[in-house]
């Protein structure tokens, strides 16, 4: 867990990087069967990932989910400065997701997994809150990824400025992270189906888009 002035500065330094969020919320659009479909961000963080879905995908409703207070807050407040209402940010874990049975189109989450204390059960969870036929986009940094290129990271931020506490956020969630196949294996063992994969072996990050059948 961060404290709340990381947190702040987590949201301002990834705002550099809208990019990276466009993209995976391009994914959602492109995988969503609804025009107004209900998604779930799990680990949704400021919620910055959110707001992009919410420009391409302007009639959903988002419920964010993160265990911490402030994240939450900054989600709200990112979403509510960009013009959008349907945004509720809930105090929750994935290990256990306060929300019903199969009530859910989509569920997105992105660099969120490291945190999880139980993966086995909140991919269980994802699967339990999902309909029929909804889908996950779930981007995963790469435990896979090489120690020297991770050195080459940290002196990147460090020099865009995003401050020691960030900067050892990202680096050390790399020592929790998973590997692709580790990934494939939580959903495959909570009967999802992969549809799609992104990323090399060599890559920081990798992307699964997988579907409840
Ligand atoms: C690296 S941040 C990513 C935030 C956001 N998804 C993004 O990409 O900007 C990881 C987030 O996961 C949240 N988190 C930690 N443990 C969690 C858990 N068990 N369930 C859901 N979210 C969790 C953290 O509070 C944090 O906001």
């Known amino acids: ?41 799990l680990g949704a963080g400021p919620g910055l990932l959110s707001v992009e879905i919410f420009r391409k995908i302007p009639q959903a409703t988002i419920i964010g989910i993160d265990p911490l207070i402030k994240m939450l807050k900054l989600a709200n407040g990112n979403v ?29 989450s992105r660099f969120s997994l490291p945190y999880w204390t139980q993966p086995k059960k909140s991919f269980q ?13 779930f981007e995963a940094l790469n435990r896979d990824f090489p120690t020297w290129k991770l050195s080459l990271i940290k002196i990147r931020m460090l020099f865009n400025r995003a401050g020691r506490d960030v900067t ?25 189906t992969i549809s799609e994969k992104e990323g090399k072996k060599s890559e920081w990050r990798f992307i699964i888009v997988a579907e409840k059948k």
């Open 168 to 192: 050892r956020y990202h680096v050390d969630a790399y020592k929790l992270a998973h590997t692709v196949n580790q990934v494939e294996q939580f959903f495959t063992d909570a009967g999802f």
């Open 125 to 137: 969870e994802m699967m339990r809150v999902l309909k029929p036929g909804g889908k996950v986009v």
């Open 1 to 41: 867990m961060v404290d709340d002035k990381t947190a702040e500065e987590f949201a301002v330094y990834m705002k550099k990087f809208n990019d990276l969020y466009e993209y995976l919320a391009s994914l959602v659009q492109r995988h969503s069967s609804s025009s107004h479909p209900f998604i779930l961000d």
């Open 80 to 108: 509510k400065n960009a013009d959008f209402q349907t945004f509720e940010p809930v105090v929750g874990v994935s290990e256990n997701i306060p929300l019903k049975n199969n009530t859910v189109d989509m569920i997105v």
